[in-house]
């Protein structure tokens, strides 16, 4: 007797929550927007609809790109991105450091030994240096010399192609409609584990 009154009090429960769902879809068909209006970079939909109007600006990239380049820095800012901008100049800021110091030391050893040759001593690199070193001191400081060059102008380069990568992603369409999500599923026969990755995509 209770496991009847058990059952039929769950079929009227599922009754009345199949009910309700069907009115709130019913709801829902009434709210979807009557149209949309497609405008190159904009969408846009009635106010009361769930969907979101999003503009893009195709030339956002760029501008960030243009900002990097003039002022190394001002894109990141553009991106609202300034935690980047202390990293942009501490970056070429040690780039900038040793260039400068190879350079220095390069021409304290080139001028040394343009001395001797000259017949002159040379006071500061006389006891430690021979012709012979000091020729091939002025060939690692000038190799060193040029790497820092290349290090700092692939650093400001890298600074332009983040302003210009951060611009785009900025503008990335971040759906709820389509996600990728990771699942873990238990097989009911061998009662093994397997990871995998779930995609949805819902088309309204």
Known sequence: MRN???????CLLLSLSASAQKGKEKKAEDKKPESTENVEGLVIVPADSALVRKEIDPLRPA???????????????YNKKYWKIPIVYAALGTGIYFYIDNNKQYNRVRDAYKRRLAGFEDDEFQDRLTDDGLIEAQKTLKSNKELSLLV?????????IDANVDAHLLQYNVDENLSLKPHYK??????????GLT????LN
């Open 186 to 195: 238990i097989d009911e026969f061998d009662k093994t584990g397997s990871f």
């Open 63 to 77: 501008k960030a790109a243009f900002y990097s380049a003039v002022l190394p820095g001002l894109g990141q800012a």
């Open 152 to 160: 700092t102008i692939g650093l400001y380069a890298l600074n332009i």
């Open 4 to 10: 009847k009154l058990f059952i039929s009090f769950f």
């Open 199 to 202: 995609m949805s995509l819902k």
